[in-house]
């Protein structure tokens, strides 16, 4: 692989991952333990990760676009005995290591000489395909991220799932510009480069000013986006995209809706399909359009080789074999071990016969392709990050001038959505909106910062008191339609 124009083979990735994981046995780490890693994009991380995976550790990577609070929540929850970070970001996780018990902390600048001094050969490797491998973490409806238990196995299923129906081998060339701390990165990214052994550049992010250099510098054949990377993409000069389009064999798109628009501005410019697929963090891979076959617009597949798809009663949960629409339920290899620490929550995420409930709602057409149509719960995408209106909604209403907050997703023709907020004053003063946005932005991620505050005199309610977000006017929906809630 390579990363930030150095080389690194296999041989050597499996060394210094060996050397970090006997450091770690050395201070004392036990299967079981976490260890956290705030980073961007970075050998370091794949060292991390490697390390704790081949020692039975549970790695536990946490958002670079975090702040102080949200690391903290994490923190306290997955309770790591570890975190690895850079020297620039140490003290962003300072406040949320003060509740642990003497946690270690590793700077990524120090690695070397820590590592000096450690064996090379491999550690004693305790996982089996049922050990966890990964705490992900995923918001839920009440806006609290819960830690996804994703296993061996569950990577192991999902890559070897990926490699066969995509057809890549060691002969493919991949560059990854998505973020390692979420599913798509490492499950779908990371995996299919260490099951299949091919080529991988490793970019520290996504840039838009430069994606085109380093894919005409690399010439890669398979390439994973979410549907905001395919956007910018179209910005490519026209004899850009074709020579792109001539060395590249496969474009993968998911985390969030591809519009049909993009699917085919993109096929007429580099002069290929986008394959869609479907997944979540508690699942990993589900649904995929065919690598030979229709890719249909609008549409993300059929079910991947082992996974099984059904369709349920939104409310209910409740399934029957001639249902072509409701909620998606998944079983299979793939499906996750449940919630860290939350046996409640993860009862409620499976059907009483086992099925995890995914909230999508999707439509099976007669020849087994299915279309999402929306979600049960609130969630809004905005470039492929997830952002739960719940959180930053109680985040407005700490704010003294705030009595309540609703939070809705707006339609945006990149991102595909983007946050707007919806204010009930406390008292008279009503701050202005860049006021908000930079309270927003010290405290939240900044793809959760709103884009746009309205300042309203109540929030609509029904009689049960529920906030109607269907009859807030979010700019770009329809009046009283379209939104959920
Ligand atoms: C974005 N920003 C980042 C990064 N990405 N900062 C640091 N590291 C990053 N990796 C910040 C920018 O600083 C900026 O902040 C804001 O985000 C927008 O950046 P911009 O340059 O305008 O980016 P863009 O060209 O619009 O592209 C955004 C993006 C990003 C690169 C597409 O949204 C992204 O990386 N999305 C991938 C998310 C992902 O991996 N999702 C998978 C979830 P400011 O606003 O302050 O200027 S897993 C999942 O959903 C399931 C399982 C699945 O099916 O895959
Ligand atoms: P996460 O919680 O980060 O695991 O995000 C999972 C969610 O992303 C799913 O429940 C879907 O709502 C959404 N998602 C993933 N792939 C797609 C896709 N191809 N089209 C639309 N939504 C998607």
């Not at 260490?194 to 991988?200: E, F, S, V």
Request: charged share 25%; with cysteine.
């Amino acid at each position: 692989m390579e990363f930030a124009g150095r080389e690194y083979s296999f041989a050597e990735l499996d060394r210094r991952s060996n050397r970090l994981a006997h450091r770690w046995l050395e201070d004392g780490f036990r299967p079981g333990d976490r260890v956290a890693v705030y980073l961007k994009n970075c050998v370091e991380l794949i060292d991390a990760y490697l390390a704790a995976v081949k020692i039975g550790l549970v790695f536990t990577p946490v958002n670079i676009l975090y702040r102080e609070r949200e690391i903290a929540y994490i923190l306290e929850d997955a309770e790591p005995r570890g975190i690895v970070v850079s020297r620039e970001d140490e003290k962003l996780v300072l406040p949320g290591l003060r509740q642990l018990h003497e946690p270690y902390l590793y700077l990524v600048e120090d690695f070397y000489g820590l590592l000096r001094d450690c064996p090379s050969d491999p550690p004693p490797c305790p996982a089996d395909a049922g050990t966890v491998a990964a705490l992900i973490y995923t918001s839920g409806t009440t806006g609290r991220p819960k830690g996804a238990m994703l296993t061996h196995g569950n990577f192991a299923a999902n890559a070897r799932n990926l490699i066969e129906s995509w057809r890549i081998t060691a002969e493919d060339r991949l560059l990854l510009a998505l973020p390692l701390f979420h599913v798509h990165g490492l499950g779908n990214g990371l995996h299919t480069w260490l099951a299949a052994g091919y080529r991988l550049r490793l970019l520290e992010r996504f840039r838009k000013e430069t994606i085109l250099e380093e894919f005409l510098d690399f010439r890669p054949t398979v390439f994973f986006g979410v549907p905001t990377m395919y956007e910018r993409l179209l910005a490519a000069p026209p004899e850009t995209a074709r020579r792109i389009g001539a060395f590249m064999r496969l474009f993968v798109s998911g985390s969030a809706a591809l519009p049909a628009r993009t699917l085919k501005r993109f096929a007429e410019l580099y002069g290929h399909v986008i394959l869609e697929r479907y997944g979540m963090t508690e699942t990993l891979m589900n649904l995929s359009n065919p690598y030979e076959g229709e890719r249909r617009p609008g549409s993300v597949g059929r079910p991947l080789p082992g996974v099984s798809i059904r369709l349920g009663d939104p409310e209910t949960g409740a399934a029957g074999e001639e249902r072509d629409s409701g909620e998606i339920q998944i079983k299979g290899p793939n499906v996750f071990a449940g919630y860290w620490r939350r046996p409640q929550a993860t009862a409620e995420a499976f059907t009483e016969d086992g099925w995890f409930r995914s909230g999508d709602l999707a439509v099976r057409s007669a020849d087994g392709y299915y279309m999402l149509q929306g979600r049960r719960t609130e969630l809004i995408i905005t470039g492929g990050f997830n952002v739960y209106p719940r959180e930053i909604e109680e985040f407005l209403e700490e704010q003294p001038e705030v009595a309540e907050a609703a939070v809705v997703g707006a339609p945006d023709p990149v991102k595909g959505e983007v946050p707007v907020a919806f204010l009930a004053p406390a008292g008279s003063a009503r701050p202005e909106p860049e006021e908000l946005e930079r309270r927003c932005r010290e405290h939240l991620a900044s793809f959760k910062a709103p884009r746009r505050f309205f300042w309203v005199e109540k929030l609509p309610r029904n009689a049960l008191g529920k906030i109607q977000r269907r009859r807030l006017p979010v700019p770009g929906k329809p009046a009283g339609g379209g939104v959920r809630g």
